[in-house]
């Protein structure tokens, strides 16, 4: 049971232009949302987070929206660079503290054309 | 470069073997988490270690084990290989319990089963 869930395998996006990255969730019990990048060979690196109480996090170029009622997040990029191409994790992790382990989407890979 | 260390980056084995992978987490996180990302996969979580004490499992199979030294790095174990345990191996740290915080990736190890 896939409860984070990235429907978009891929996205193809002109320089310059936006990109939108979208994840959907299943679990009400996830109160706080990451999203990853990664490039080949690496390890994903920390984008951008979001906790359940806001509904926007911006960080430069970066924005996460959350909407709750939806179970869904989405990830602009603006304006998108050709150093963004990379595969995109959703990831979320469940109120209580007890562990904040993380559950992943199975990524978006995003090709910024120059 | 996220501070987090593993080691090997590439394992090469044979099934029916027994491997051992190590991480060293940021300096002053004391917790440890393992994910496994296979072919077309997200990252799944195996287990989680904080301060040395396993906190949080996930789909770790029995062949598979954990520990978190006094130093805090940790190291997994994978024995009875089998191919389908091929895949990339990431070691993350985050600095203490809790659900808002972000964990920090290593480059990962990549097993691959003959």
């Known amino acids: 049971d896939q409860q984070v869930k990235q429907n978009s395998p891929s996205l193809s996006v002109q320089e310059g232009r936006i990109s939108i990255l979208n994840c959907d969730y299943t679990?009400?019990?996830?109160?706080?949302f990451l999203w990853y990048k990664k490039y080949p060979a690496e390890g994903p690196t920390f984008l951008i987070s979001?906790?359940?109480?806001?509904d926007k996090n911006e960080d430069g170029r970066f924005t996460v929206f959350l909407n709750k009622s939806a179970k869904h997040l989405s990830l602009h990029i603006v304006p998108s660079q050709p150093g963004d191409s990379a595969v995109y994790f959703c990831?979320?992790?469940?109120?209580?503290?007890?562990?904040?382990?993380?559950?992943f989407g199975t990524g978006t890979l995003l090709a910024v054309q120059p | 470069d996220s501070g987090v260390t593993q080691t090997p980056k590439h394992l090469i084995t044979a099934t029916g073997q027994r491997v051992t992978l190590r991480c060293s987490p940021r300096?002053?996180?004391?917790?440890v988490y393992w994910y496994q990302q296979s072919l077309d996969q997200g990252l799944q979580f195996l287990i989680q270690?904080?301060?040395?004490?396993?906190?949080a499992k996930g789909n770790i199979l029995e062949r598979f084990s954990a520990q978190q030294f006094p130093d805090l790095h940790s190291e997994l174990n994978l024995s009875s290989l089998e191919l389908g345990d091929s895949a990339l191996y990431f070691c993350?740290?985050?600095?203490?319990?809790?659900?808002?915080?972000?964990?920090?990736f290593g480059p990962g190890t990549r097993l691959t089963v003959l």
């Open positions: 979001i906790s359940s109480i806001k």
């Open positions: 990831a979320a992790s469940e109120r209580g503290g007890a562990t904040n382990k993380l559950i």
């Open positions: 300096s002053g996180d004391l917790s």
């Open positions: 679990n009400s019990m996830f109160d706080y």
């Open positions: 993350a740290s985050s600095p203490h319990l809790g659900t808002y915080n972000e964990q920090f």
């Open positions: 270690y904080y301060n040395g004490e396993e906190r």
